[in-house]
């Protein structure tokens, strides 16, 4: 028998899930305990929910053949593509996932702390003094710029230089894509975005982005939606075509790296897999990181005394030292903990499977609940107090702490976004003095799957430091 759970109208559950899933998960818990089981009408089939540690290491060590996180994910086809690794199971999934992995990690990531470094100077460089900003749309610019340079390299004639997107002697392609990008993750995030996301069967949106093409359809509300993801795909296409006309050699970027790769029977990836490929990359190397990167600054400014030993730290320690921040990476990992940007991942179950001890059907979702575990206050005491003094000097535990989920599915990019937001962060705090704007309260606001600071999180920079320790050093 399946875990008790709500049993309100399914259209109500679909409402609040889209609305309020937050506040809605907190009084599921309190009613339920740790497992609940929850029927949504777009999947007609049953969807379990486990706050529980136990079921939680299941899932991680289970067979990635048997849970699919893929299917579980069906509902980013139609954003990311049929050929994303998101959407992937099974052989596919693992072969693309072992050939993307390596520039991710140890010094070929690494390697990108320079433009990390130099990419947020410029930006720091034209925030307002004393003036209040939207700072998470800086700190988008600033991920979507290294995405852009990690998957397009830097290594050509053309892409040389701190600012390739846009600057003098700079691929003149890149520019127009970073623009259809930002056009396409802001409509993809906004209301109606997130609604058609939530709300649309998978195996309907295509049909529905197809009507907005056609004559009377363009007037469709999504339109402007499917057109910018359009548009998105056309300019990746093209850099992909031209980088195939202009050859590898010498480059290591992820797309040449691609280009070069060859499946078991010789056969090459074709070019709408590579698409796929480089536009989850940038949409998911990019949106997250941007957004963990303004929590963790609106929770600095809401405990100052965190902020002042942060900041202190931040000051200190050289820029190629990053491995000293333990303060910065504690509040990171808090700021993940309390605010995860990702509230839950599931598996799609392919063949009947015992989760946490209990006995699910084929086909059934069960889902790791990433808000309810790090807030469950026998494993984390006093859990909605921000304090990055958990993590100091400790070990994480994967079934109890998983902001970037777990098994053979956990993030591609978490080595990754770890040493780019502790870059950004240190740079920033080092460079620039914050205070939270004055008359904004900062709420929790769905952004599609994501759930982002409101407003933009205004904060304002009370004072510049120019000189600070940085740019030349690293
Ligand atoms: C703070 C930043 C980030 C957070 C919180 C985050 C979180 C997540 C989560 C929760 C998942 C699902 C894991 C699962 O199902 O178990 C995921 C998957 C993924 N992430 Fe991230 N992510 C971040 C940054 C990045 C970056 C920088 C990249 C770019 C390289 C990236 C690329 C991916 C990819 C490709 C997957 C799919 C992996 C697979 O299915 O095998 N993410 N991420």
Redesign the pocket.
């Known amino acids: 028998m399946l875990p008790a759970g709500p049993q309100t109208r399914l259209i109500a559950n679909m409402v609040r899930w889209v609305r309020t899933p937050l506040p809605w998960l907190d009084e599921l818990h309190a009613t339920y305990g740790n497992v609940f089981t929850m029927h949504l009408p777009r999947l007609k089939i049953p969807v379990v929910i486990f706050a529980d540690p136990a079921a939680v290491r299941d899932l991680w060590t289970g067979d990635p053949n048997v849970l699919h996180?893929?299917e579980a994910n069906a509902i980013l086809r139609s954003v990311l593509g049929k050929d994303s690794?998101?959407v992937l199971d099974g052989e596919r999934?693992l072969r693309e996932?072992r050939l993307?992995l390596p520039p991710?990690h140890g010094d070929r990531m690494r390697a990108y702390g320079e433009a990390m470094r130099d990419v947020t100077i410029r930006e720091i460089e034209r925030w307002p003094v004393g003036k209040a900003f939207p700072v998470h749309t800086s700190t988008q610019t600033i991920t979507l710029e290294v995405?852009m340079r990690t998957v397009f390299g830097v290594g050509g004639p053309k892409m040389e230089g701190p600012e390739f997107t846009s600057g003098p002697g700079i691929d003149p392609r890149l520019a127009p894509l970073r623009d259809a990008l930002v056009k396409f993750t802001t409509l993809g995030t906004s209301r109606l975005g997130t609604a058609m996301l939530l709300l649309t069967p998978p195996e309907r949106m295509e049909q529905m982005m197809l009507l907005s093409t056609r004559g009377l359809g363009k007037l469709l509300p999504w339109g402007p939606i499917v057109r910018a993801k359009a548009e998105t795909d056309r300019l990746v296409l093209e850099l992909i075509a031209a980088r195939r006309r202009e050859g590898t050699t010498g480059r290591d970027d992820i797309l040449s790296m691609l280009l070069e790769a060859r499946d078991e029977h010789g056969q090459p990836m074709t070019d709408d897999q590579l698409r796929d490929e480089m536009l989850?990359?940038l949409v998911?190397?990019h949106e997250?990181?941007a957004t963990?990167l303004a929590w963790t600054l609106h929770h600095l400014l809401e405990h100052p005394e965190w902020l002042a030993r942060v900041r202190a730290e931040a000051r200190e320690v050289g820029p190629t030292e990053l491995d000293k921040l333990v303060l910065l990476d504690a509040a990171i990992k808090e700021t993940?903990r309390l605010t995860?940007?990702?509230p839950m991942?599931g598996r799609v179950l392919s063949q009947p499977t015992t989760i946490g001890g209990i006995d699910l059907p084929r086909g059934s979702v069960a889902l790791a609940c990433?808000y309810l575990v790090h807030r469950r206050a026998d494993l984390w005491p006093d859990p909605l107090r921000f304090d990055p003094g958990r993590f100091v000097g400790k070990k994480v535990d994967p079934t109890t702490y998983f902001?970037?989920?777990?098994?053979a599915?956990?993030?591609?990019?978490?080595a990754?976004?770890n040493y780019?937001?502790k870059i950004v962060l240190s740079t920033i705090l080092a460079r620039a003095d914050l205070a939270a704007a004055p008359g904004k309260r900062i709420k929790l606001v769905r952004r599609g799957i994501t759930f982002a600071p409101s407003g933009g999180m205004p904060i304002v920079m009370t004072k510049r430091h120019p000189s600070a320790r940085g740019r030349e050093a690293i």
């Open positions: 996180a893929g690794l998101l999934h996932r993307m991710f995405i989850t990359l998911a190397g997250t990181t963990t993940l995860p940007i990702i991942v990433i902001p970037f989920g777990g098994g599915r956990r993030c591609l990019g978490m990754f976004a780019e937001m």
